[in-house]
């Protein structure tokens, strides 16, 4: 089984101080399964070492005040789910940050990811009337369903 897990908890060096936390049940589910580690402070363009920062709601947060954004996958019976192989996309960017190329940035740094872990597509639903829809065209992905509010897309890797 693939699993995304925080790549400071796995022990890489990517904390706010340089360090980690490295955590004992990660690394044990790092020897038992295939493991993805992500650091979403580092794809949202903070250094390291940093402002110490929190993921508070989804968002990357700096202890000074500056909010950046965090993107993510995961694969289960969501909106923007094609099957069981596909990981989806959810992404939040607060408006202020949006149309700078941080949100570009960040999905295209996922989608190398993925590719490089192997899957072959990713996915993800988004609102007909969000402007994000140009972004995600832009990075790969294409219209494959829709529905009166929402399109589904998915990014061919």
Request: with cysteine.
């Amino acid at each position: 089984m693939k699993i995304m897990v925080s790549a400071c908890l796995a022990g890489e060096n990517c904390k706010y101080n340089g360090g980690n936390n490295r955590n004992g049940t990660v690394l044990q589910l790092m020897a038992e399964n295939e493991v993805i580690t992500v650091c979403p402070e580092q794809m949202g363009g903070l250094p390291t070492p940093r402002v110490p920062s929190e993921i508070r709601d989804g968002v990357v947060t700096a202890k000074d005040g500056r909010i950046i954004g965090a993107v993510w996958t995961r694969i289960m019976n969501d909106y923007g789910h094609v099957d069981d192989e596909t990981p989806s996309f959810a992404i939040s960017l607060f408006s202020e940050y949006r149309g700078q190329g941080i949100g570009t940035r960040l999905m295209k740094e996922m989608l190398s990811l993925l590719k490089e872990h192997g899957y072959r597509q990713a996915s993800l639903a988004v609102q007909k009337a969000n402007n994000a829809v140009r972004m995600y065209r832009n990075v790969g992905f294409e219209i494959i369903d829709e529905n009166d509010e929402e399109y589904i897309m998915v990014c061919r890797l």
